[in-house]
């Protein structure tokens, strides 16, 4: 079964998604911290929850939580949207696709990040789209944390269908298939570069 975090992997490294469904590694970050900060204010408990719940997974993480709550807003435009169920997972046996909501409201979903990007990223797209697959909903918001702000997206069926294509060739990643080393920015902070350098790609990855 492909997550939709692997789909998101595919879009800004396909190796990554490689490494993400074959080596995952849970570790502490500022998303995950502020994550836990937004579930916990929006289900009318505090910072102390939040950080009761995130102490649970990384003990030894106390100052990625501090740096996240220092950065954190909590918008009062989000009370225009009431949510009716929270961390909601869903899966498609047909599609082989799960993945777990930050936010469900009554015609719309949101899922939290940290900084608002300044021109919309196509990875926020396809992840809209995958959940919009998952839920039936097709509208989406992201809630920029450490700026307050949302971001909306209307999903389109080519967006959905783009979404499709992608799941296609995670699917075969899933199978085995090793994607070609792609050299990015994103490789020197990246938590998989040591083992990348040293895996050579399969064959199949001349197909996806
Ligand atoms: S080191 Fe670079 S190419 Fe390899 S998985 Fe990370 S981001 Fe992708």
Redesign the pocket.
């Known amino acids: 079964m492909v997550r939709v975090s692997d789909v998101v992997s595919f879009v800004r490294?396909k190796?990554?998604a490689f490494?993400s469904i074959h080596h995952p590694k849970d570790f502490p970050t500022p998303l995950k911290a502020a994550r836990e900060i937004f579930l916990s204010l929006r289900k009318g408990f505090d910072y102390e929850w939040a950080f009761e719940r995130f102490s649970t997974l990384y003990p030894e993480a106390k100052d990625v939580f501090v740096e996240a709550s220092k950065n954190f807003i909590i918008s009062e435009e989000l009370e225009k949207l009431t949510p009716l169920k929270w961390e909601q997972y869903y899966h498609s046996e047909k599609l082989k696709l799960s993945g777990v909501v930050d936010e469900i409201h009554e015609n719309s979903f949101l899922w939290v990040s940290l900084k608002a990007p300044k021109k919309e990223k196509f990875e926020n797209r396809i992840k809209a789209a995958c959940y919009s697959i998952l839920t039936g909903i097709d509208t989406a918001y992201i809630y920029y944390c450490y700026d307050g702000k949302f971001e909306r997206i209307d999903v389109s069926r080519r967006d959905k269908y783009n979404a499709l294509r992608i799941i296609e060739k995670v699917r075969k990643i899933e199978k085995g298939t090793l994607p070609e080393?792609?050299?990015?920015w994103?490789?020197e902070k990246?938590v998989?570069?040591d083992s990348?350098k040293e895996k050579r790609s399969t064959f199949a990855s001349r197909f996806l």
């Open positions: 490294c190796r990554l490494f080393r792609e050299e990015s994103m490789c990246c998989y570069v990348c």
